[in-house]
T-cell receptor, first 112, second 114 residues
C-alpha cells in the first residue's frame, strides 16, 4: 500500500536558520501531497499541498515541490521563526475521496 | 463558517468503560474520516463515512470499535470496554465529497484510559 517516510526529529534550529524536512512517498498511482502542521495541544492544520508533478505548494514562507522522479515532497523555509515550532506531518492521498496516509511527523523547535 | 467540531476535547475512562467521541463536520460537508494518533506517532486512518454509510473501515480494529454518521447529528466513534492501549488522540476530518478538496481536521479528543 501507499506509504510516507519523513525525516525523524526532533529538529532544533536557531531563529532565521534555513529549514528542510525531507519527505518521500510510495504510491501506485498519482497521489496528492500535503504538509500539515500541529501546534501543541491542537489539531492538524493544512500548511500546503500539491496535486500533480512539478506543482509547488507554498504558504507562510514554507514551500514544497512535488517531484515525481524522486517521489519526494520536501518542506523548506528560508528563515524560521520561534512561532514555527510545531510538529510537521507529510501526507499523501490517492485520487478520489480516500484517506490520508501520514508520515510519523517531525518535531521542530526554533530557539531565539 | 464554523470548523470541524469535536467533543469532548478530553475524556478519561476507566478500563472496561465505554468511550463515545463526537464529530460535527463543517457545514456542507458530507464525508467524515476518523484517525487515531498514538503518542509520538503519526495519524493512522480508522474509518471513512458518508451520511448513513460506512465507506471504508479497513483501519478500524475488528472488536470493540464502531462508528456511525446518521442522517441527522454528529458522527460518533464508539469504543466499548476500553483498555489502556486505547489511550490516544482521536481526530476527525471532513470534506465536501469532491475529489479536489482536502480534508479539514477538528481539534481532536484526547482519550485517557486509567
Amino acid at each position: 500500500g501507499d506509504s510516507v517516510t519523513q525525516m525523524e526529529g526532533p529538529v532544533t534550529l536557531s531563529e532565521e536558520a534555513f529549514l528542510t524536512i525531507n519527505c518521500t512517498y510510495t504510491a501506485t498511482g498519482y497521489p496528492s501531497l500535503f504538509w500539515y502542521v500541529q501546534y501543541p495541544g491542537e489539531g492538524l492544520q493544512l500548511l500546503l499541498k500539491a496535486t500533480k508533478a512539478d506543482d509547488k505548494g507554498s504558504n507562510k514562507g514554507f514551500e514544497a515541490t512535488y517531484r515525481k522522479e524522486t517521489t519526494s515532497f520536501h518542506l523548506e523555509k528560508g528563515s524560521v521563526q520561534v512561532s514555527d515550532s510545531a510538529v510537521y506531518f507529510c501526507a499523501s492521498r490517492p485520487p478520489g475521496n480516500t484517506p490520508l496516509v501520514f508520515g510519523k511527523g517531525t518535531r521542530l523547535s526554533v530557539i531565539a | 463558517n464554523a470548523g470541524v467540531m469535536q467533543n469532548p476535547r478530553h475524556l478519561v475512562r476507566r478500563r472496561g468503560q465505554e468511550a463515545r467521541l463526537r464529530c460535527s463536520p463543517m457545514k456542507g460537508h458530507s464525508h467524515v474520516y476518523w484517525y487515531r494518533q498514538l503518542p509520538e506517532e503519526g495519524l493512522k486512518f480508522m474509518v471513512y463515512l458518508q451520511k448513513e454509510n460506512i465507506i471504508d473501515e479497513s483501519g478500524m480494529p475488528k472488536e470493540r470499535f464502531s462508528a456511525e454518521f446518521p442522517k441527522e447529528g454528529p458522527s460518533i466513534l464508539r469504543i466499548q470496554q476500553v483498555v489502556r492501549g486505547d489511550s490516544a488522540a482521536y481526530f476527525c476530518a471532513s470534506s465536501p465529497g469532491q475529489e479536489s478538496y482536502e480534508q479539514y481536521f477538528g481539534p481532536g479528543t484526547r482519550l485517557t484510559v486509567t
